[in-house]
């Protein structure tokens, strides 16, 4: 297998000219997408028979609550990539990601909340899938608080890969509460492996959403990623050339 | 690789198994305490303490919703398909309560075993339909029979 991707990935230099390339692209898919599948879902999918309208949050709840985990996946790989390999990137990515992650998170919650209410008839409940997502936040919080609460850069790189990589843990938990325990929470609706459990016309849009919501998180952390990379290397000469050529 | 990296890496794993395994071990000796219910089959069992707030879940059995017609009062059974429990309960049902759905409710058991509740949650599946295609689905039904 051919690693050199693996080890650009150490280069800032490498990674900023790739991400000019590419933010772009995917900010203006995943806008797209995020726009067409959510006003689909919203305006234009049909009422589910039982909740009515009120359903239709899942087009929001739903992209939140997976990119929040994806995000997280993202940081604890980039935790390990930062402990083994102390790739420029890693931290990079962690500093950038966390704040979208937890943003996310906290969607995913409201909109869970404002959904709950209506149908089950409680804005919180103390179930294993609510309760594993709030720890998810919090983790998300303590990323947050120690990257910035540590003057030390590479002491606090170090520390927040290691809570990434240990919050791992918390993903599994989260997938599988709704089967380990009895939950209010209902199973996976959406899922790669098995047939969707809603036909075509609901699936299509929450599909739509959940790829452009993808793209344009996307778009952003690499926006944060860039601004960090010329944070840091301020001092090299390609960051001082590529300021003088095209301005801050 | 390397052999610091690999190190590192194997350093790594190895603290988060370990983790992984004290977390595991803590949830499942938690188990009862993360069930967000019991079933009404481990209320028949006795598994479930009198007198002590818990929750209740199951399936509202067909033709067993009674209404007081003077107040909020409601009385039904749950049902796991097994055992049934008895449920009293005095306030606004959610928009998805109804014979045939699966609900949580919270409160304490009497003596006789039924959940006077003070808070009834509606459950739904991970299932959605547009109404068109459940009238279709019930017509065609009907068909049959």
Same mark, same amino acid.
């Given at each position: ?61 739903? *992209? ?34 966390? *704040? ?149 | ?145």
């Amino acid at each position: 297998m051919n690693w050199i991707w693996f080890h650009k990935l150490g280069s800032p230099k490498w990674f900023f000219q790739w991400a000019n390339k590419w933010s772009k692209f995917a900010f203006v898919i995943g806008l797209v997408m995020l726009v067409v599948g959510i006003a689909w879902g919203l305006g234009f999918a049909p009422a589910d028979y039982q909740q009515g309208n009120s359903f239709r949050i899942i087009y929001i709840h739903v *992209p939140s609550a997976i990119l929040a985990q994806s995000c997280y996946l993202g940081l604890g790989v980039a935790g390990l990539v930062s402990l083994v390999w102390r790739m420029k990137m890693a931290p990079v990515f962690i500093k950038a990601v966390a *704040p979208l992650g937890a943003v996310m998170a906290v969607i995913a919650l409201i909109s869970g909340a404002i959904w709950g209410k209506p149908t089950w008839g409680a804005w919180w409940v103390w179930d294993a899938r609510l309760t594993s997502v709030l720890i998810l936040f919090l983790l998300y919080m303590g990323v947050i608080a120690i990257q910035n609460s540590l003057d030390d850069m590479q002491l606090a790189d170090k520390a927040v890969a290691v809570i990434s990589v240990v919050g791992l843990i918390n993903l599994p938990i989260i997938k599988y509460s709704v089967e380990w325990w009895n939950t209010l929470h209902q199973p996976a609706t959406f899922t790669i492996t098995a047939k969707p459990a809603m036909p075509m016309e609901m699936w299509l849009p929450l599909l739509l959403s959940t790829l452009g919501m993808y793209g344009f998180i996307a778009a952003i952390a690499m926006w944060r990623m860039q601004t960090e990379v010329l944070v840091r290397e301020h001092r090299s000469n390609w960051v001082k050339k590529e300021i003088l050529d095209n301005g801050i | 690789m390397h052999p610091v990296r690999k190190k590192r890496l194997v350093t790594i794993s190895a603290i988060l198994v370990i983790i992984g395994a004290a977390v595991g071990l803590m949830l499942y000796a938690l188990q009862q305490n993360i069930n967000l219910f019991y079933s009404p089959s481990q209320v028949a069992e006795g598994e479930a303490p009198n007198n002590v707030m818990l929750r209740v879940g199951g399936m509202v059995v067909d033709g067993s919703v009674k209404r007081d017609p003077k107040s909020l009062a409601v009385q039904f059974q749950v049902t796991d398909f097994a055992h049934k429990v008895t449920i009293e309960y005095k306030g606004i049902l959610p928009d998805l309560f109804r014979e045939g759905q699966g609900i949580v409710a919270q409160g304490k058991l009497n003596q006789d075993k039924v959940l006077i509740a003070q808070e009834v949650l509606a459950k739904h599946d991970e299932k959605y339909m547009p109404p068109e295609i459940t009238e279709a689905l019930e017509n065609a039904k009907k068909k049959e029979d």
